[in-house]
């Protein structure tokens, strides 16, 4: 489970921090996260997190973390609820097709689903399951994960993304998304206090994974994250200028936001709103450009609710 291991939840958490048992209760007094994010940040990376005056890109999302959250940003992190802001600012048109919804995977009614749908627990990252083939699905696996994932709190087992924190947990079911081609690609659009600064376009979902980083003006970038660039030339969609625009509407009242957009035979759906890419801790390949793209991000005013 990473850094923090959470061991059980129940009317509190108790979590395994560098190998010391923690107890939290739900209720964590929150003046202790600044220095449980230096630690877990030193053990992560290595480095000394400076929260008094952050530069790189990934210190000043450690600061986001604890000084700029809102029930606002809760609600956007669900990915249940954020459907409905989502309609609301551009459009249900840019909704994946919803096909359920539950408080526990007992609920769920497989013959309902189609062949082919995609599970998720709206309440964390990464905590989904893609399912091509209905009658290939172990559902007694799946259960297992879901249980699991349903009992834990995602603010405190990824780095103290506090976003997280109260959202309620329940589990979604969505239609499951593939162009022509049988790829789906990602489109993720890096916005800086309401512009889009940065488009990174994720290939081969379902094959050999590759992610090229280009500028609004589709500019191929010199630095990596998480994959290697393609290969092969990436051509922007022809929907590009409209997918910026959305990215503009959605990211407006926030310092950083990475609105991601699915864009499936050029028809554009909404993905997710990222208020901590990668929890503040990619890898920029050359490291330079952490600091880079941390000089461009202008902080909010400091809230004072997670600071001693």
Same mark, same amino acid.
């Given at each position: 489970?990473?850094?923090?291991?959470?061991?059980?939840?129940?009317?509190?958490?108790?979590?395994? !921090?560098?190998?010391?048992?923690?107890?939290?209760?739900?209720?964590?007094?929150?003046?202790?996260?600044?220095?449980?994010?230096?630690?877990?940040?030193?053990?992560?990376?290595?480095?000394?997190?400076?929260?008094?005056?952050?530069?790189?890109? $990934?210190?000043?999302? #450690?600061?986001?973390?604890?000084?700029?959250?809102?029930? !606002?940003?809760?609600?956007?992190?669900?990915?249940?609820?954020?459907?409905?802001?989502? =309609?609301?600012?551009?459009?249900? =048109?840019?909704?994946?097709?919803?096909?359920?919804?539950?408080?526990?995977?007992?609920?769920?009614?497989?013959?309902?689903?189609?062949?082919?749908?995609?599970?998720?627990?709206?309440?964390?990252?990464?905590? $989904?399951?893609?399912?091509?083939?209905?009658?290939?699905?172990?559902?007694?696996?799946?259960?297992?994960?879901?249980?699991?994932? +349903?009992?834990?709190?995602?603010?405190?087992?990824?780095?103290?993304?506090?976003?997280?924190?109260?959202?309620?947990?329940?589990?979604?079911? =969505?239609?499951? +998304?593939?162009?022509?081609?049988? =790829?789906?690609?990602?489109?993720?659009?890096?916005?800086? $206090?309401?512009?889009?600064?940065?488009?990174?376009?994720?290939?081969?979902?379902?094959?050999?994974?590759?992610?090229?980083?280009?500028?609004?003006?589709?500019?191929?970038?010199?630095?990596?994250?998480?994959?290697?660039?393609?290969?092969?030339?990436?051509?922007?969609?022809?929907?590009?200028?409209? +997918?910026?625009? &959305?990215?503009?509407?959605?990211?407006?009242?926030?310092?950083?936001?990475?609105?991601?957009?699915?864009?499936?035979?050029?028809?554009?759906?909404?993905?997710?709103?990222?208020?901590?890419?990668?929890?503040?801790?990619?890898?920029?390949?050359?490291?330079?450009?952490?600091?880079? &793209?941390?000089? +461009?991000?202008?902080?909010?005013?400091? #809230?004072?609710?997670?600071?001693?």
């Amino acid at each position: 489970m990473d850094i923090i291991e959470q061991i059980k939840y129940r009317d509190g958490i108790c979590l395994k !921090l560098f190998g010391y048992k923690l107890s939290l209760s739900r209720n964590l007094d929150e003046r202790d996260l600044p220095e449980l994010l230096k630690k877990w940040y030193k053990k992560r990376t290595g480095k000394i997190l400076n929260l008094d005056n952050p530069q790189t890109f $990934n210190e000043k999302i #450690q600061w986001l973390k604890l000084y700029d959250n809102s029930p !606002l940003k809760t609600k956007l992190a669900d990915k249940y609820l954020v459907r409905e802001w989502i =309609e609301e600012k551009i459009g249900k =048109e840019y909704l994946i097709p919803l096909l359920g919804v539950w408080d526990n995977f007992d609920e769920i009614d497989f013959d309902k689903l189609p062949d082919k749908f995609v599970l998720k627990a709206n309440h964390g990252c990464a905590w $989904n399951i893609i399912v091509k083939d209905k009658s290939k699905f172990d559902k007694k696996n799946a259960k297992k994960k879901f249980d699991k994932w +349903m009992k834990r709190n995602y603010a405190y087992r990824a780095g103290f993304e506090m976003q997280y924190k109260d959202i309620p947990p329940k589990i979604t079911a =969505e239609a499951f +998304m593939s162009d022509s081609k049988g =790829e789906l690609n990602d489109y993720k659009i890096l916005c800086f $206090n309401g512009k889009p600064q940065f488009i990174w376009i994720d290939q081969g979902r379902y094959t050999h994974r590759t992610e090229n980083i280009y500028d609004t003006k589709w500019n191929l970038q010199p630095f990596l994250l998480t994959y290697e660039n393609s290969k092969e030339e990436v051509p922007p969609p022809e929907n590009l200028e409209k +997918m910026i625009e &959305l990215a503009e509407i959605l990211s407006k009242d926030f310092a950083l936001v990475r609105v991601d957009f699915y864009n499936v035979d050029g028809k554009i759906y909404f993905g997710e709103m990222t208020f901590t890419s990668a929890s503040g801790v990619d890898v920029f390949k050359p490291e330079e450009y952490n600091l880079k &793209l941390g000089q +461009m991000l202008e902080l909010p005013k400091k #809230q004072e609710v997670y600071s001693k």
